[in-house]
């Protein structure tokens, strides 16, 4: 399981009432604090996993295309993940109108 997006550290340190089962789910997982707290954080990171071959499915222009949506959208996004431009990917190869599409379903 990969955890991102919350602190959950603070959470099971303040006692929140969920704290035994975060700490569940950390002692189940491999757990890794990627310090991202902006948006520019989420993006850097997105880019270079994408640079690593995460949509290596999809030709370069695509590839460019999914990117410079996540940048133009990213306030709009219902979030901003790897998981995020891994829908957004699977949209733009195969959907002629995947923008729309995307607009749609990935934006708030």
Known sequence: IFISNYDFDAMIERGHKLAPHLEA???RSHYIDLSMKTRRDYLVRIRQVVAQGLLSHLDLDQQVDVLTFIEAYAES????SLRM???IAAIRKTNSNWEK?????CCK
């Open 77 to 80: 996004l219902r979030e901003l």
């Open 85 to 87: 431009a891994l829908k």
């Open 25 to 27: 789910l950390v002692s």
């Open 101 to 105: 599409v995307a607009k749609v379903t």
